[in-house]
């Protein structure tokens, strides 16, 4: 994948003098990291101990009930090994006050890998109800007006309200210690509108927006992320089973090839072609850039 090579040793000094700078022009003490025992995550801290010193960086754990055991464990581990600050903030009791949890019945289905199989049955049945060429990400991408399924409305924003409740947390932090913080969203995640607005996709910065996630893969390695982390599956850890690729329904290999050709200005026939993809599966990932930039225009306006 010569297209989307870099050279580490060239982006990790922009990357650290581009948090520095910031925080300097926004008189901040330093930045706060959500982490999730994902790469991206990871790599933004890293890159934050870099720039600022470890003892200006914040890391939070902001597990719920459907959280991966993992995801705490090896948010800790990365904290200890970079030497940052460490905090957990449980999401369950606040998640639970608002009735969050009463609105999708996994409540009622024991332990996890249980819970995981009834959410991978319920997203096969729900695509089966999809027109070709949409999957249940892209077709709730941007609303759910002539789409049908059980609990449809309540796992959008069963989902969803966890990823804002997040980033409220940050904020809170933020203001608290007089923070920045730092965004995780990666360049395949804000072109392909996989993020939440006004969730994951709001930062102050955003280290990682013009890097593809097979890019940051290779930052991460640069930096010595530990390998559990590197070879996890990524996953927005909010429903048990669900990772990424299968929301998607490409692997992200392939996904940033596309996205690159595509940015290039290459025709969907040729990269169908020269990927061996059906014409299909690219007008795809064109349908998930388009709908993707509604998703980050700027709010409506009253003329």
């Known amino acids: 994948m010569e297209e989307l090579r870099i050279e580490p040793a060239d982006v990790v000094p922009r990357l650290t003098a581009f948090i520095r700078q910031a925080v300097e022009d926004f008189r901040r003490e330093g930045v706060v990291v959500g982490l999730s025992g994902g790469i991206d995550s990871a790599v933004v801290a890293a890159l934050a101990a870099r720039a600022l010193g470890a003892e200006r960086v914040l890391g939070l754990s902001l597990p719920e009930r459907d959280s991966a055991p993992e995801s705490k464990r090896l948010a800790r581990q990365l904290a200890r090994s970079l030497g940052i600050r460490y905090r957990t903030v449980g999401l369950t009791l606040?998640?639970?006050?608002?009735?969050?949890?009463?609105?999708?019945?996994?409540?009622?289905?024991?332990?996890?890998?249980?819970?995981?199989?009834a959410v991978l049955h319920y997203y096969q049945q729900f695509r089966e109800t999809l027109p070709e060429g949409e999957t249940p990400f892209s077709a709730v991408m941007l609303g759910t007006?002539?789409?049908?399924?059980?609990?449809?409305?309540?796992?959008?924003?069963?989902?969803?309200?966890?990823?804002?409740l997040r980033m409220?947390?940050?904020?809170?932090?933020?203001?608290?210690?007089n923070l920045l913080?730092?965004?995780?969203?990666?360049?395949?995640?804000?072109?392909?509108?996989f993020f939440v607005?006004?969730?994951?996709?709001?930062?102050?910065?955003?280290?990682?927006?013009?890097?593809?996630?097979?890019?940051?893969?290779?930052?991460?390695r640069y930096l010595d992320i530990p390998e559990p982390i590197i070879a996890r599956p990524p996953s927005?850890?909010?429903?048990?089973?669900?990772?990424?690729?299968?929301?998607?329904?490409?692997?992200?290999?392939?996904l940033d090839r596309v996205l690159w050709r595509l940015e290039q200005g290459v025709n969907a026939e040729a990269i169908a072609a020269e990927l061996g993809l059906s014409p299909?599966?690219?007008?795809?990932?064109?349908?998930?850039?388009?709908?993707?930039?509604?998703?980050l225009a700027p709010p409506l306006e009253v003329y």
Not at 95 to 109: D, H, K, N, S
Not at 168 to 177: G, I, K, M, P
Not at 202 to 216: M, N, S
């Open 168 to 177: 409220t947390v940050l904020y809170y932090y933020a203001e608290r210690f």
């Open 197 to 220: 607005k006004y969730g994951d996709a709001a930062a102050d910065i955003a280290p990682l927006a013009h890097l593809y996630k097979t890019q940051v893969r290779a930052l991460a």
């Open 236 to 254: 927005p850890d909010l429903l048990p089973g669900l990772t990424d690729e299968l929301a998607i329904g490409l692997d992200y290999t392939t």
């Open 94 to 117: 606040p998640l639970a006050l608002l009735g969050v949890y009463r609105q999708v019945p996994l409540w009622l289905v024991p332990g996890r890998r249980l819970k995981a199989k």
């Open 145 to 164: 007006r002539s789409l049908s399924g059980p609990w449809l409305n309540q796992t959008v924003a069963y989902h969803r309200v966890k990823v804002r």
């Open 280 to 295: 299909e599966q690219v007008q795809y990932v064109q349908t998930l850039t388009e709908r993707a930039r509604r998703l």
């Open 181 to 193: 913080v730092a965004g995780t969203a990666n360049k395949t995640e804000l072109a392909t509108g």
